[in-house]
């Protein structure tokens, strides 16, 4: 099909909500250990359970789409998510939150297989990298907005202010004492109005080549046989698990090591560390546009670590600025690692994508290795874990061999010989 930008833009509004319901668990934490008096190891099975949902649905999702198609698959994700939500903002306590953060992630993990390979179609596999990027532009400003609205709420909620509408609703439906519990009924509303959107949205038939399509089980039995698959599977199971292993406890170790307040200072970090994402990625689709992808990688991963290392062994004020750091150079990795896995095999892309998508619950079990660990010997010590999944996405950089390289200015005529090759 040719380059459609309603389809373009529909999928970057829909990398928006996703990361808005995602990111927000982290600047959580410390609320649900003091609310429900939990250890580490329990507080991390609740990103374990969000995760978790991607593992159990990715690949059901693609088969969802060959027999449904995008647009109903989208709504029923949202329909789901929506449902997650609203359960907990009803029902409060630890069970209901790990029930609800699955059935939300469920939904995300049905949009996730939709708009990935949706994306490369509707914007042009040459534009992948740079379309894929800029996706992740619109998931950073989301996971930057959604813990100052966290701290927004539950600041303001409770205080008796009568003249905001919003806060005297949200007093009227949130227990006193939990007034973090709001956020939930503002994703069940979002969930509610993404459903509404895509429903009136004119949504045009996709049509994809063969290749482009989820096949049936004896494909993805195919494509598991092939190395470079779990090579990548792997890199994008690093790179969520890096991702939430860092985002999901800045807060909590801000608190426990250098005393600041996680309803003020911690939530702020988290927010900066997805803020900086967006800087990142602004940086990397200008430098996408001038250099191999696989360059951008192995700079970018070298930076994070760097980062990673004065965050977790500098002093407090140093920390508040190394978080982020490591947000804005993690910003093009996982962008980097779907175009370079699905641009590396010239069939079944779809099949390929729900794989892909699959490896997202790292971000189930990493946070909950460093949770483990943290209980052991110290958060500080388990957040080390990080140094072998940051090591590794830096390693695809060297032994990646893409079909298809991105496209840049310097190099787009050899380039675009090589697509139509």
Known sequence: MKRNYFLVGLILVTFFVISFLTNIIGPLVPEIIEDFDLSLTLVSLLPFAFFIAYGVMSIPSGLLIERYREKKVMIAAFLVAFTGALFFALVPNYLVAVISLFLIGAGMAMLQVVINPLLREAGGKEHFAFNSVLGQLFFGAASFLSPLVYSYLTVNVGKGNTANVLLTTLEQLVPAELPWVSLYWLFAVVSLLMVVVIGWSPFPEVERKADEKVGAWETHLELIKRPVVWLFFIGIFAYVGSEQGVANWISEFLSTYHGYDSKT????????????????????????????????????????????????????????????????????????????????VDEHHGTFSGILITGIVGGAVVPVIIGALGDLFGLRSGMLFLYLTFGYILSIGFWATPLVNNETIAFGKENAESVES
Do not use: H, Q
């Open 265 to 344: 200072t911690g939530a702020s970090t988290v927010s900066w560390f997805w803020g900086m994402l967006t800087a990142g990625t602004l940086l990397g689709l200008a430098l996408l546009k001038f250099v191999d992808s696989r360059k951008v990688l192995i700079g970018f991963s070298l930076g994070a670590l760097i980062s990673l290392s004065l965050a977790l062994f500098g002093s407090g004020e140093m920390a508040l600025y190394a978080f982020p750091a490591v947000g804005f150079f993690a910003a093009v990795m996982w962008s980097i690692i779907i175009s370079l896995a699905l641009n590396s």
